[in-house]
């Protein structure tokens, strides 16, 4: 009974709500990949063995799109039943829970999505392209974040072209069907960052930052028309931007980075240890130190720490994004990071996804994830929380969220646990707030002078669907000296102690920590 209560307790928890559709079964520890690529047409083959920790007598389920003819499926090598249905494959099994087993699949077939092969002006690539479940159009796979796993590639490929994967390369063999490169990630990751990268590709290794914590080798590879201007614009300080977010975070989570040019349909992703980026924006020079930053702290937040459950996403796009105004804020100073938010709050101004709240369980399509609640408001929720806490607590309870979660999984409830330990105060308040309310205030500000001072009133004026706001110590500057007003309700009123209040110049929040928008009404 008391553990029933406890559940029920749990499952209401905003904060470590799980509205996916589907949960991982079983828990896959390792994909063994063996992959051939064609020199001509676009039909791969593919023997995946996945080791499997069981935990119920239920099948074994894998996603895997139904354009692929299976040849083979075995458990612990014999012959094993299963079935299809749909995008899915069950096999079954007689283990008991906490067994392992191996399943080995055997399939071909050319992939309509999830691992693009084309021929292009620099010759023929083939890339991977997973997020958020499109690992299954090419991969057999349990294709969800929650549950990751260590991955090892043989991928055979005709000769003269340069394959990248996830980890380290261990070999490259000569067949006589071309070349075989192998690769072994011994860090767990998330299936949709599971990938391979195969094109003729110029390989420049950066020269390492003067390096104070966790180096690792960083190398760009892009198309060989393309690469020198990648190294000396938005690479030149791709060594130094991980070791500035190791000294942030905590040790960079790999053992090497490497940045390529693709097919990708993202601006960049940021599949582990090898970041995909556009080859059009990279070709046309669009391509930014700030996009670089943005991945490059996904690696972090995303990969070594990902989110158990897609609505989660700010966890890792709004960390991210984050991460990229920390970045502008060490290379520009407090003008970039202002810029970055102002540039973050206007785009949240905008769209219609305010309406909606960062966790939301009512947006079933993943695609529609990508917006700008769970990247640049996420974003605030961080730069807000900074303001709130004070850089120590902030960047301590980043640290030990880091350090308690990397290589596993995270839900926002793990934030607010690490932040409240690492500020000694109650934030429970404050991520409700931020993550399961839609919008952000709207303050109707009116001043006159009083006796003793100025009295200022602040009313909260936005949509009501969107609720009101909490906003402890306020900052307000009324000529050049800073007051605090806890905005704790929808209507305050406070008399301040201002010299010259007939005079008096007035600016809400001017160091900018919070998300909100101002309206000055008359008398000021
Ligand atoms: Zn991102």
Known sequence: MILATLLALAGQDPLAVRPDSVHPRHDALHYDVALRLPETGTTITAVVAIRWRLSSAEPIRVDLDTTFTIQAVSLDGARAEWSRQGLQLYIEHRRAPGDTAVLVISYSGSPADGLVIRDGVTGRTYFADNWPDRARKWLASQDHPADKATVSWRVTVPLGLTVVANGTRTAVDTTEYGASWSFEMPEPTPVHTMVVGVARLAVTELAPATCTLHCVPVTVLGYPADSAWAVEGPFRR????????????????????????????????????????????????????????????????????????????????????????????????????????????????????????????????????????????????????????????????????????????????????????????????????????????????????????????????????????????????????????????????????????????LEVDPFGWWLLEVRMAGGR
């Open 238 to 505: 791709a060594s130094e931007m991980v070791d500035f977010f190791s000294q942030k975070f905590g040790p960079f989570p790999y053992q090497e980075l490497r940045h390529v040019q693709t097919s990708t349909i993202f601006g960049g992703m940021e599949n582990s240890t090898a970041i995909f980026y556009d080859e059009r924006g990279w070709s046309a020079h669009r391509l930014s130190e700030g996009t670089v930053a943005h991945e490059t702290a996904h690696q972090w937040f995303g990969d070594a720490v990902s989110q158990s459950d897609w609505h989660h996403l700010w966890l890792s796009e709004g960390f991210a994004s984050y991460s990229g105004a920390l970045w502008a804020e060490h290379t520009r100073g407090g003008e970039g990071l202002r810029e970055t938010m102002q540039q973050a709050a206007r785009r949240i101004r905008q769209t219609p996804v305010r309406d909606r709240p960062i966790i939301d369980p009512d947006e079933s399509r993943l695609m529609s994830l990508l917006n700008a609640n769970n990247y640049q408001k996420g974003s605030w929720v961080l730069h807000s929380l900074r303001g709130l806490v004070g850089d120590t607590a902030f960047f301590a309870g980043i640290q030990a969220y880091y350090a308690a979660h990397r290589h596993g999984n995270a839900l926002s409830r793990d934030v607010v646990t690490a932040m409240e330990k690492a500020s000694g105060d109650s934030l429970d308040w404050y991520f409700r707030q931020a993550l399961t309310q839609p919008g952000y205030p709207i303050l109707e500000v009116t001043s006159r002078p009083v006796d003793g001072g100025l009295e200022v009133r602040l009313i909260q004026v936005q949509d009501s669907a969107w609720g009101s706001f909490r906003i402890p110590g306020l900052q307000i500057r009324i000529n050049g000296t800073l007051h605090r007003i806890d905005l704790d309700r929808r209507d305050v009123t406070r008399v301040l102690p201002v010299d010259r209040a007939d005079r008096a110049t």
